[in-house]
C-alpha cells in the first residue's frame, strides 16, 4: 500500500509564496514520476506540475516561471514551490505518484490566495 503525505497549504496574500511537500511511503516498485494536480471549486482536476524519474518536469502554462517542482529521491519526497501567488491558484492541490503499475493520489491540501 502506498501513502501520500501531503503538507504546506494554507491562506495567503496574492504576490505571496507557499511551499507543498508530499512525502510517499510503502511498497514502491518503481517511481516512474510524481508531482502536482490541483482542483478549483466547479472545475475539473488539472495538472500543475511534474517530475518525471530522469529529472524531466512538466508545468500547466499558468504557472511556469512562477512554480517549481523538485524532488528528493531518496526521501521519495516531491516539492511544489509557489511564487507570485494569484487568487486563480486557490484550489485543492493533489500530490501524484505514478508506478510502474499504478497511479496514487494524495488527499489533497488546500491553497487560499485571497486579500
Known amino acids: 500500500q502506498v501513502q501520500l503525505v501531503e503538507s504546506g497549504g494554507g491562506l495567503v496574500q496574492p504576490g505571496g509564496s507557499l511551499r507543498l511537500s508530499c512525502a510517499a511511503s510503502?511498497?514502491?516498485?518503481?517511481?516512474?514520476?510524481m508531482g502536482w494536480y490541483r482542483q478549483a471549486p466547479g472545475k475539473e482536476r488539472e495538472l500543475v506540475a511534474l517530475?518525471?524519474?530522469?529529472?524531466?518536469?512538466t508545468y500547466q502554462d499558468s504557472v511556469k516561471g512562477r512554480f517549481t517542482v523538485s524532488r528528493d529521491s531518496a526521501k521519495n519526497t516531491v516539492y511544489l514551490q509557489m511564487n507570485s501567488l494569484r487568487p486563480e491558484d486557490t484550489a485543492v492541490y493533489y500530490c501524484?505518484?505514478?508506478?510502474?503499475?499504478?497511479?496514487?493520489w494524495g488527499q489533497g491540501t488546500q491553497v487560499t490566495v485571497s486579500s
Open positions: 517530475i518525471a524519474s530522469g529529472g524531466g518536469t
Open positions: 510503502g511498497s514502491i516498485a518503481s517511481i516512474k514520476a
Open positions: 501524484f505518484l505514478a508506478a510502474s503499475l499504478a497511479g496514487y
